[in-house]
């Protein structure tokens, strides 16, 4: 566990150390924070994390149990779910405290914890566990949902659990059909769905005497997901109803739907009103709409739903933090926000963590890839006060940065210090420091760099990519790209990727060179490449000889004779370029059994006769 490590602390904030006191804009933490009830909140944070250590740091017994009993009326299911997502690697703890927490504590598990707890059992190590819970869950009337149902399919597939598979389809098909005949969830989302949302639909809705339960409001929420602003006015108006009340795991549900960018208002005022009514977002919950914020490049939503899940007392992992760090400085170097690098390594820091060497790779990458090269090295030196010294990952960020900044010398001179430091340049970071020249068209550079590389590490497809592509091709050194593609191939035995031939023998038959691709095309075939024929056709129909068409048959088969459909395909494509001459000439010279092919005949039959 990362959670809280040894590390010494920095003795003054990071950015501070690395900027001084000219911060870049990180605004103040508390600034714009989603604000709750304090009371309430209080009252539900009775200590998740001392709850955690303890379970954390010991086997599971009878004297855990004891000890755990102190938490009884802490575990609210925000709690649950941060315990089990952090021993999630450990199956048979997490079946333990599950059954305790029910049992002995009187838990109350929800769908959501349920799948949950369904993800973390689908495991080889807990299969007895795993049906069990999943028929539990079922007598109690829970759903499985489709995103458990194919998460838990595919664990099982790739660990080759046929049986499993097959029983759980059979489970869950047979579910389907159930539920499909007990159909009060589909009705009320024909009629939620039918119009505007008005008194006519409430009325509606209240005529049909529908019995609320926290099921039917989250198969309701899933129903309607695509359409956000009705899954908020269902919601309110199940709210509304006398015989029911949202709860957490009813507010988890909504603010899941809620996390796109169309309703992005609408989910931050969400999160507030929770707050305000005592419920935390669940971790898992918050796992799952930040990962989707960072898909949908919503940075700022990620950054602030971090600094808001921080606040609370379900607080991230430190993987958590080094994943969002990555995200953001995953942006193209115009779009990277420095302040929200440090937004995040603030919260990070005011919850008394010390960075882990993932954190510290996360802001030099950015520091790096903005060209901020003096705030950089600071970063480094700060890192190796605290006893992490640099490696690959870290050198390699900074040659990215050099390169970005075309300071190409110094680049290369980072190689030479990365040895120096013990620690040798891989083909990785070769590679970055190769496109680097290549970007700036200094293809000699790049062909240096490449043959000193050689002396140390293999290349592999993508360098040759990168070098053909990138480098020769865009210098127009067509020449030089094929004796390399050659040379890699038959000296090294290197196989490139289909894409980096296909181009070159387009690049190749631009130029008119067609004894090269046709070469190419049998490097192809020896690699066991499907054959990339097209432009060749092509490019013989139009400007080639017959015995270009026979030679280029000859290359596309090895032992036997080429196949009856390669050679209609090129007579054809003669036909149609109206070379009719050559396609006669291809025709005589073509094997006996071509010849006589009732499909060839019937080529010439129809096409050479008035
Ligand atoms: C960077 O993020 C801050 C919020 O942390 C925001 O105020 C600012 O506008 C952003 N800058 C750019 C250029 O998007
Ligand atoms: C750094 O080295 C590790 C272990 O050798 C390797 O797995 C990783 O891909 C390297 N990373 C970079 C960026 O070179
Ligand atoms: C922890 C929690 O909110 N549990 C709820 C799960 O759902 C049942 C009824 O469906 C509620 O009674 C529990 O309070």
Aim: include cysteine.
């Amino acid at each position: 566990m990362t959670e809280l490590s040894l590390k010494p602390l920095n003795p003054l904030p990071i950015a501070i150390l690395v900027f001084g006191s000219s911060l870049p804009a990180t605004p103040n933490s508390n600034h714009e924070s989603v604000q709750g009830n304090p009371l309430l909140s209080q009252a539900r944070q009775l200590e998740p994390n001392s709850l955690l250590q303890l379970i954390l740091t010991n086997d599971w017994s009878d004297e855990l149990e004891a000890a755990l009993d102190e938490f009884n009326s802490a575990l609210t299911h925000e709690t649950v779910i941060y315990v089990l997502k952090k021993i999630d690697t450990d199956p048979k703890k997490a079946s333990s405290f599950f059954n305790w927490a029910r049992e002995e504590n009187g838990f109350n598990p929800n769908s959501s914890v349920f799948s949950f707890m369904l993800r973390i059992l689908a495991n080889k190590a807990t299969m007895k566990e795993f049906w069990v819970t999943l028929r539990e869950m079922k007598e109690l009337g829970f759903y499985l949902d489709e995103e458990t149902y194919y998460t838990i399919h595919s664990c099982f597939k790739n660990d080759k659990m046929a049986s499993d598979v097959v029983a759980l389809t059979h489970f869950y098909g047979r579910m389907v059909e159930e539920n499909a005949k007990d159909s009060i969830a589909q009705e009320v989302a024909d009629v939620v769905l039918r119009d505007e949302w008005g008194n006519e639909i409430e009325k509606e809705l209240g005529d049909m005497n529908i019995v609320l339960s926290d099921n039917l409001v989250i198969r309701l929420l899933k129903e309607l997901r695509n359409y956000p602003r009705k899954v908020l006015k269902f919601f309110d108006w199940a709210g509304k109803c006398s015989s029911y009340k949202h709860n957490t795991v009813t507010y988890n549900a909504l603010v899941r739907v809620l996390a796109r960018h169309d309703s992005i208002a609408e989910f931050w005022s969400v999160v507030g009103e929770m707050k305000g009514e005592g419920f935390e977002m669940d971790i898992d919950t918050y796992i799952k709409v930040s990962r989707n914020f960072q898909k949908f490049r919503m940075l700022e939503d990620a950054v602030k739903l971090y600094e808001f899940m921080m606040d609370g007392p379900y607080k991230p992992s430190e993987q958590d933090c080094s994943l969002l760090l990555r995200s953001i400085s995953g942006a193209d170097t115009e779009d990277l926000n420095l302040s929200l690098v440090f937004r995040v390594v603030n919260k990070y820091e005011a919850a008394g963590y010390s960075l882990s060497k993932a954190i510290y790779d996360g802001i030099h990458c950015s520091l790096t890839k903005v060209g901020k090269f003096d705030e950089a090295t600071k970063i480094i030196e700060t890192m190796k006060n605290v006893g992490f010294e640099p490696d690959n990952i870290t050198y390699s960020q900074l040659v990215h940065g050099l390169c970005k900044a075309e300071r190409l010398e110094e680049a290369c001179k980072v190689l030479d210090e990365m040895e120096a430091n013990g620690c040798r340049p891989d083909l990785k970071t070769w590679t970055i420091l190769i496109k680097g020249y290549c970007h700036t068209n200094q293809l000699d550079g790049a062909l240096m760099c490449f043959s000193k590389m050689l002396k140390n590490c293999e290349a592999d497809a993508y360098l040759l990519d990168v070098l053909i592509n990138d480098g020769f091709v865009c210098q127009n050194r067509l020449d030089g790209a094929y004796n390399l593609l050659v040379e890699m191939v038959n000296v090294v035995h290197l196989r490139p990727w289909h894409a980096t031939f296909r181009l070159l023998i387009e690049k190749l038959l631009e130029k008119r060179k067609l004894e090269e691709s046709m070469n190419l095309l049998k490097l192809m075939k020896k690699q066991n490449y499907p054959p990339y024929t097209e432009p060749l056709v092509r490019y013989i129909s139009k400007l080639g000889t017959v015995e270009d068409a026979q030679e280029f048959l000859k290359a596309l088969t090895v032992k036997e004779y080429p196949s009856i459909g390669a050679y209609i395909h090129v007579i054809e494509s003669f036909l149609k370029e109206g070379r009719h001459s050559e396609a006669q000439d291809l025709l005589y010279k073509c094997p006996h059994h071509i010849r006589n092919h009732p499909k060839v005949s019937a080529l010439f039959g129809t096409k050479t006769k008035p």
